[in-house]
C-alpha cells in the first residue's frame, strides 16, 4: 500500500511520509533496472515504440515517485524527509547517470532507422543521440567511471547547497519594536506580532521570507532596521553571517561545484563547462552570450546612470540623505517613486486580493486560448494548495487538457522563490494507447491574509503568478504526442522562458486588470487614474534593473567560463560589479552564496535565458501590440497563432522554428528596449 507505487492517477501527497521513500525507490528502480536489461538484450529489436514500452514506461514511473518525493522536499521539508530524500538521492543519481551514458543502449538508438519515425520522434531520437554524447555514453574505462562519479557528487553537492540556503533563511529571526516597525504596511506588521506572540516573546518577529523582508526593506523608516535585515540577508548561507549560523556556509560546496563542471566539461571534450553547457541551447558559444550580455549592458549603462543620479538627488534633497547606504536604497526608491507617481505599492496592493487575481487571470487565458479552467480535486500537502484542470471543447464535448496544482502561500519549510515544475507530461502512452494530460506544479511564496481577509498581491507578486502560469501553459497546452518533446520538454533552455515572460506583459493592459482588481474593504476596481500612474511607473528604474540582471548572468557565464575553479570565486563577482553595477554592494555582500539558480536550480552557465528569451517574448507579445482593437483587447486570432506556433509545438522543433512561425521572421531586440523604456530615437 505505499502511496509511492499506487499505478497510474495523479500523485497521493496527502499519504506520503519518509519511510515510504526507502522501498517504493528501491523498487522502482530494480523495475527500471529489468527495462533497461531487456531492452539492450542483443535480440530486443531497435525500434523507438518498442524501446519506449518497455523502458520509457518504467523509467517515467520512477521519474514520477521521485518527482513527488523531490516536491515535498521542496515545498514541505521536514527532518525525516530530508533525510530519506538525501538516503535515495545517491541511488537515483546513479541510475540516470548510467543510464545516460549505456552503451549498449546508445547502441540500440544509433540503430533506429530515422526513417520509420514521425516528426516528434525524429527530434526526440536527435535529442536522445546528442544527450547519450553529453551524458558520457563514448567514455570508457575510468574516465567514465569518473564521470558517473562526478554526477552523484554534484547532485549531493547541489541538495547541500539548497538546504544550506533554506535553514540559513529559517533561522533568523529579529523581535523588532513597534517604534522600528513606523512605516511598514499594517499586514506585515499584524503577521510579525502574530508570530512573536506564538514565541510567546513580546514586539514583532521579523524573518527574512520575502512577504516580511521586502516591505520592511521598502517601508521602514529606520535605517538602523533595514541595515540589520540587509545585513542578514545578504550574507546568508556564508562566511560573513554570524557565527551561530556559519554552520550553513556555502563557501566550499560552490568551491568543489565548480571544480567538478569543468572536470565534466574537460572529460567531455570540452574547454569549460560554460561551452558545454550551450551545447543543447540555442545561443551557439558563450562568446556569443558574452557578447550580448555586454551589448546589452551598454544600451541600459546611460538609463542606470540616470536612474542613480534621480535617487542621489532625491535622497539628498527630500530625505536629508547625503551618503544612502546599500540598505537605504529600496527605501530611497520607493519614496522617490511615491513622489513621481503619487502613489506607492502599499497603495496598489489594497487592490490586488489573491482571489480576484486569479480570477482575472484564468479569465485573460480562456479568453485568449480558448480553454476553460475548473476547480478539481487532488490529494495535496498542504491546505492551502488548490487544484485545477483546463478544458477545452472537443467533437464530443468538453476534453481535459491538463490538470495543476496551486501553491501560493510562503511558510517555514518551504523553498523560497517561484517556479513551475512537471507532474507529468502529455504522452500517447505505448503501453497502453492511451493520450496522458499533462500536470504541473506552479509555486509561489506570496504572505498569507490576515483577520480574516483574502492574501494581498503586491503588483510584482502578480507579475510572478503571471510568469509561472506562463510556464504551465507552455507545459499544459502542448498537443505533442511524443512525451520527451511535448510541453517544456526538449525546448532550448534559453527558449524555456518566452512563454513565462510574454504572460507578463498582461499585467500592465488595462483591459486585463479592471477585471482582476477589487480593494480588499470596499471592493471597488482599480482606479483608472491609479493604473495609469502605475504605467507612467512602469519603467522606473528599468535601466538599473537590466544592469542587475545582467551582472547576475555576466557572473554566472564568465564562472564557467574565464574562471580557475580551484580559486576563490569572489573576485569574479567583484570584476563584474565593477564593469557593470552602477550601485556597488558592500565588499562583505555574498550574493552569490545563495544563488540557488546556478548552484542548485538548473541555469549553470544559462542565466542569461532570461534577458535571452526576454527579447523573444518581447518581440512575440509585440505582435499583439500590433493587432490590438482599438481599445486595446487582445487579438483572438493572434492569440490562436501564439497558442499554435508557441505553445502546441512545445519542444517538437527548434525554438528559432516556432518564434518564426508565429512572427514570420527572426527575432529583434527594439520590442524590448521600448518596453523597458530604453529605446534609442
Known sequence: MNPLLQPGGLPLFDQIRPEHVAPAIDALLVEAETALATVTAPEFPARWTDIAR??????????????SVSHLNAVADTPDLRAAYNAA?????????????????????????PATLNAEQRQAHKNAMRNFVLGGAELTGDARKRFAEIQEKQAELSQKFSE?????????????????????PQDVIQTARALAQADGKDGYKLSLKMPCYLPVMQFANSSALREIMYRAYVTRSSDQAPPEARKFD??????????????????????NFGTLSVVPKMADSPETVIHFLRDLAAKARPFAEKDLADLRSFAREHLGMNDPQPWDWPFVSEKLKEARYAFSEQEVKQYFTAPKVLAGLFKIVETLFDVAIRLDHAPVWNENVRFYRIERKGPSGMELVGQFYLDPAARAGKRGGAWMDDVRGRWLRPDTGALQTPVAHLVCNFADGVDGKPPLLTHDDVTTLFHEFGHGLHHMLTRV???????????????????????????????????????????????????DKMLAAKNFQSGMQTLRQIEFSLFDMLLHTAHDPNADFMPVLQAVRDEVAVIQSPAWSRTAHTFSHIF?????AGYYSYKWAEVLSADAYAAFEETAAADGTPSI?????????????????????????????????????????????
Open 164 to 184: 544550506n540556503a533554506l535553514d540559513a533563511t529559517d533561522a533568523f529571526f529579529y523581535y523588532a519594536t513597534e517604534n522600528e516597525l513606523v512605516g511598514v
Open 481 to 531: 504526442n511524443e512525451r520527451d518533446v511535448s510541453g517544456i520538454s526538449g525546448v532550448e533552455w534559453d527558449a524555456v522562458e518566452l512563454p513565462s515572460q510574454f504572460m507578463e506583459n498582461f499585467c500592465w493592459e488595462w483591459r486585463v486588470l479592471e477585471h482582476m482588481t477589487a480593494h480588499v474593504e470596499t471592493g471597488l476596481p482599480l482606479p483608472r487614474a491609479l493604473f
Open 600 to 604: 542548485a536550480g538548473g541555469y549553470a
Open 637 to 681: 486570432e493572434t492569440g490562436v497563432r501564439y497558442r499554435q506556433a508557441i505553445l502546441e509545438a512545445g519542444g517538437s522543433r527548434p525554438a528559432m522554428e516556432s518564434f518564426k512561425a508565429f512572427r514570420g521572421r527572426e527575432p529583434r531586440l527594439d520590442a524590448l528596449l521600448r518596453h523597458q523604456g530604453m529605446a534609442i530615437n
Open 89 to 113: 538521492l545517491p541511488k537515483v543519481t546513479e541510475f540516470w547517470t548510467r543510464l545516460g551514458a549505456d552503451e549498449r543502449l546508445y547502441a540500440k538508438y544509433k540503430a533506429i532507422d
Open 54 to 67: 518497455t523502458l520509457d514506461v518504467a523509467t517515467e514511473k520512477l521519474g514520477t515517485a521521485w518527482g
Open 250 to 271: 556555502n563557501t566550499q560546496t560552490i568551491l568543489e561545484i565548480l571544480r567538478l563542471r569543468k572536470e565534466e566539461a574537460l572529460l567531455l571534450g570540452y574547454p
